[in-house]
């Protein structure tokens, strides 16, 4: 990465950004929080959500991949677009089962964060009720694939982090799903608890066995403010 | 495991040099073997490959030709395009039903026969179809279909071929050929001129000529070509001969008549791109034109005309390797195409980087349509300056079009770009259609107040599948197969094409039950606006297609449909409840209808 920066425009304000950046991380370092799903820090972008699709001089373009260019006129925060991402976070909603009541990542969850922050009140879409396979097999980690968004999280940090391959997808379209590298089940993987891949999961999909309930409500990561606030405060 | 299934699989993934790049063809080979890619085969695939396990499965539980479960000895595959059902498929699928006395994705229990549908298999110039082991049957009716069921319960090895099928010829359907593509070609020609000029000076004569690709989107050739040449790496060239777009067979044609004009195209474009190694990407549903297209790519070896010191230029080497696909439209899509030549699913990818960039092996790669390579011989033999005499300005040569549907001539046209519909509808004997779709599902519906539009790139561009819709047709009925279609082929990769995609199907079946209202057409659209806007790939933005279209040029096909009523749920109450209503002989009251 070479320490040239270029201007682009997002939302109407003049940003600097570091050339080769992605538009997301570049708008994040300028404290601009553009809403995204899949997408993680540490890990490579997958562009499975779309939720960080941003119109780039009038375009549909995805945030996560996409590197700057100078002279870029991008589009974010627009009524269009968080509707356009809000219809996403719903049909990710009845694609599952979601049952956020009963869930042990509530309060922690992107998913359910960023519904809230789009001011999802209930699925404008029918639910899909699909059956779906629970894996509690491991004796440290669970999946539960009704609460699995297909975000890839897990399949990447399983390569990146751990350098193994416990996690991939089978089928395609409606019918995808998360798979296993072994026969059977998780336990029959080299999944150790302290594999990182266990922890990038955004909903409780994938989640490390006997830490759950430990938060109180009311501390809960999204508790008192929404999801991005952190990166919407780093503006100056 | 049997030791014997072990055995074949080491020799199957040693012939292909143990490369897990290769991993379709091992796949392909084993599922010829064994019927099926069993959990055992995954394993052990995996393990001398020295991959995971979940790759092999990733890859295999992809496309839709390979089987994970023990398959049929014979399974017969029909053919569910819009076409396909508009002659009459609905007829053969309960008269194959009724012979083999199994429902279709059953399979009969001693193994011998399997039913499933798939989708478009390019013969919608002569459908229904079907393909059976492989093998393509044209035309079937009804009546037909119990000798095809005897015989297949009668053999006990590989399918037969013709001599057991009488319909088993593929009819080429050639209507009208036009002086570009199908004039008549000398092997050789289009190599030498362009062996006479620098690689630089091939591509000013591409650019010179105008030429686009001829898959639908229409990116200026030369352009591409430069952009790869000038990208840094190892460079590849790629055909893609994965027509998948339903009302698509025009490739098919070329690929039958006019393989040496392809080669000679994708040899002059190596030469032009300086790539050494070109990839014919063929479509699992054409799996029978392969072994001829063996067969013609030796003869040009033999002459001299492939391998090494092309047409005597010393250090001018090309040659082209044949890639089957397994039954994946999304491989259509450039991006997914490379992935699956990799021996992955056919996930499209990000772009940029573009495939001209980073393609195959993460190289400098052009993808080029079947007929946009023809062109480019057509090009280098007679000039640009010949090419653009046809065409319009912006739309220089001719287009191959596929035609089907409701009219008197089906089959392919070779057309003058700036053809308006109507004039092509007179040629095809469609003149009473109450709407042509254009450019497949993936492009537009077209009412009668458009049919003065000109198909070029400028006004109303195509990959070539032109279905003509007459007046008796439930147009709606067709949205929804199309619709069902692209949610079959979704790879499933990004949210609001697998998810959208279905979501739109729930709501035109409620609609088309009658059970639909105003509020429903508004989210029907929202809904395709999001799968339009927010997908990923060319597939997920052009899903939405067929209903956005239909919506905008012909709203009063939906406004039929609908009822008055604010909201009608999803759920059916009453529907759920009829069965108990008629083994008790109590009729259902739904007591909101009875309160209101």
């Given amino acids: 990465m070479s320490g040239q920066t270029v201007k682009i425009t997002i939302d109407g304000s003049v940003v600097e950004a570091r050339e080769g950046l992605t538009i997301l991380q570049a708008a994040g370092e300028a404290g601009i929080y553009i809403p995204h799903l899949c997408y993680h820090k540490d890990l490579l972008p997958g562009g499975h959500c779309r939720v960080c699709t941003v119109k780039v001089n009038g375009k549909p373009i995805n945030a996560c991949t996409m590197v700057v260019g100078g002279g870029m006129v991008i589009e974010n925060d627009t009524a269009e677009l968080n509707d356009l ?29 960023l519904a809230y922050r789009f001011g999802m009140m209930s699925p404008r879409y029918p639910y899909l009720f699909p059956a779906k396979q629970v894996d509690g097999s491991h004796p440290n980690v669970y999946i539960d694939r009704n609460r699995c968004i297909l975000c890839g999280r897990c399949v990447r940090s399983s390569q990146e982090k751990d350098h193994k391959h416990v996690f991939g997808f089978e089928d395609r379209g409606i019918r995808m799903r998360l798979a296993i590298d072994a026969r059977r089940q998780l336990a029959d993987t080299d999944l150790a608890a302290a594999d990182k891949a266990a922890s990038y999961c955004p909903t409780g999909s994938l989640v490390v066995k006997r830490v759950g309930w430990k938060m109180p409500v009311g501390t809960r990561k999204y508790d008192k403010e929404p999801i991005g606030s952190d990166i919407a405060g780093r503006r100056k | 495991m049997a030791s014997v299934d072990a055995a074949l699989i080491s020799r199957v993934v040693e012939r292909f040099g143990k490369d897990p790049q290769r991993l379709m063809d091992i796949v392909r080979e084993v599922h010829g073997e064994l019927g099926h890619v069993s959990e055992d085969a995954v394993d052990s695939i995996a393990g001398v490959l020295g991959i995971h396990r979940v790759q092999v499965a990733d890859m295999a539980s992809f496309y839709s030709f390979f089987d994970r479960e023990p398959g049929a000895r014979y399974t017969v595959r029909l053919s569910n395009c819009v076409v396909d059902k508009m002659n009459g498929m609905q007829e053969v699928a309960a008269a194959f039903e009724k012979a083999v006395g199994v429902r279709f994705g059953q399979t009969t229990p001693d193994g011998q026969i399997g039913l499933r549908y798939t989708s478009c298999t390019g013969m919608c110039d002569q459908a229904p179809a079907a393909l059976i082991n492989g093998l393509v049957i044209t035309g079937i009716k009804p009546a037909d279909v119990p000798a095809i069921v005897e015989a297949l319960k009668r053999e006990h090895g590989k399918v037969g071929g013709s001599v057991l099928f009488p319909n088993a010829e593929v009819q080429l359907n050639l209507r009208q050929a036009g002086p570009v593509v199908l004039g008549p070609f000398e092997n050789g020609s289009a190599i030498r001129k362009s062996l ?23 990116f200026p050739t030369g352009m591409k070509w ?38 000679e195209g994708m040899t002059v474009s190596g030469y032009a791109l300086g790539a050494v190694e070109g990839l014919l990407y063929l479509r699992a549903e054409y799996a029978y034109l392969w072994p001829r297209l063996e067969q013609v790519l030796s003869r040009r070896r033999r002459h001299g005309l492939l391998g090494q010191n092309i047409a005597g230029r010393e250090g001018f080497d090309f040659d082209i390797r044949i890639q089957m696909g397994a039954g994946a439209y999304v491989c259509g899509e450039e991006s997914a195409l490379i992935e699956s030549l990799e021996g992955k ?18 190289e400098p790669t052009s993808v080029n349509n079947v007929e946009t390579l023809c062109c480019a011989a057509r090009i280098m033999e007679k000039g640009a300056d010949w090419f653009i005499k046809h065409g319009t300005r912006d739309s220089t040569g001719t287009k191959l079009l596929s035609v089907s549907g409701d009219c008197k001539r089906p089959g392919i046209y070779e057309v003058e770009y700036g053809i308006t519909v109507d004039k092509l509808l007179q040629l095809v004997g469609g003149e009473d259609a109450q709407a042509v779709q254009v450019g497949g599902p993936s492009g537009a519906c077209l009412a009668p107040k458009d049919y003065g539009r000109k198909i070029s790139f400028e006004d109303i561009p195509t990959g070539g599948s032109i279905i003509v819709f007459g007046p008796k047709r439930d147009l709606l009925k067709h949205v929804l197969d199309f619709t069902e279609f692209f949610a079959e082929e979704s790879c499933g990769w990004c949210a609001p094409c697998r998810v959208g995609t279905t979501l739109m199907k729930m709501k035109l ?78 009729k259902f009251v739904d007591h909101e209808e009875a309160h209101a």
């Fill in chain 1, 85 to 113: 991402r809000k219809s996403i976070i719903e049909m990710l909603f009845v694609e599952g089962n979601h049952i956020c009541p009963g869930c042990e990542k509530s309060g922690n969850c992107e998913l359910q964060a």
């Fill in chain 2, 196 to 218: 006479a000029l620098s690689p630089e000076q091939v591509i000013d004569e591409i650019n010179k000529s105008k030429l686009r690709g001829r898959g639908g989107a229409g």
């Fill in chain 2, 226 to 263: 430069s952009f790869c040449r000038k990208a840094k790496g190892r460079h590849f060239l790629i055909c893609n001969a994965d027509e998948g777009e339903p009302g698509t067979f025009k490739d098919r044609l070329l690929l039958t008549e006019a393989a040496d004009l392809l080669f």
């Fill in chain 2, 345 to 362: 699913r056919g996930a499209p990818r990000d772009r940029p980087p573009y495939p001209v960039q980073r393609g195959y092996k993460l």
């Fill in chain 2, 509 to 586: 079946d409620k609609i088309l039950d009658g059970r639909g209202t105003a509020s429903d057409l508004e989210e029907l659209k929202q809904l395709g606006t999001t799968v339009k806007m927010m997908s990923r790939c060319g597939l997920g933005q052009s899903a939405a297609n067929p209903v956005l279209t239909t919506l905008q040029n012909l709203p009063e096909l939906y406004r039929q449909r609908i009822t008055s009523k604010d909201f009608i749920p999803y759920f059916d109450i009453a529907g759920a409840f009829s069965e108990q209503a008629a083994v008790t002989g109590r």
